[in-house]
């Protein structure tokens, strides 16, 4: 190759990896991405990165990871890459005794919830090793489950007191009392109860273990009347759940 042409092949290599790179942002990730990528010192920085020997892909998602940080639609597009690999990941992660129970889709979600606030601190290198980070928190989400299942199972206060609740529930419905009231209707309530949102999980486990308004106004930091009608609504929730 003459002198004169290699500066040309590079402008031209330079154009089409920055396109690659443009169509690879708005294509797997999305509008705000693209607009990212789009900026001349941040396709400088992608094509940098692939000269040093890094995948395109890598570096379109190692710029957008690092924008993310500061912008909330940038980051919802780099997390939401993720979701369709994570799910494949999620199914084997969960044990035959709870997939019943526990929704692949809410262990995925709860993960990539969990990275929101993370991202400022989560290194990325390439696509392929923050996967395999994410399937590793995934995994270590669905062993808590199963340590919480095997303790609650374990636990002999699981039923109410008589003393110790303050909203009387409605006769029609089963009562967590009752239906702890046999090892088999314990498990299941259990299994319920860890289907709840976190707020509500707690509030319950409190009520059961005998905790009145007080006790879950301290555990919350709610108001009296907000954990009253809380705790109402938790209950309503778990009676409804089939």
Known sequence: MRGSDYPASMAAASRQGAAEALRFAREALGPASERVVASPDALALVLSRVRDGAALDDAVLWLV??????????????????????????????????????????????????????????KFDSRASFLAYLARRLRWKASDHHRTLNRDRRREDLRVPEDASELPLAAADPSPASLAGASDEAEQLTLRIMRLPERDQLIVRLHMRGAGIGGIVQATQLNTETARKALQRALQRLREMR
């Open 65 to 122: 990871h690092r924008e993310g940080r500061a912008d909330p639609r940038v980051a919802d597009e780099f997390i939401a890459h993720f979701l369709c690999d994570l799910l494949s990941v999620a199914r084997p992660a969960i044990s035959p005794g709870l997939r019943r129970f526990l929704d692949s889709g809410d262990l995925v979600q709860s993960v990539l919830g969990d990275l929101w606030s993370d991202l400022a601190t989560v």
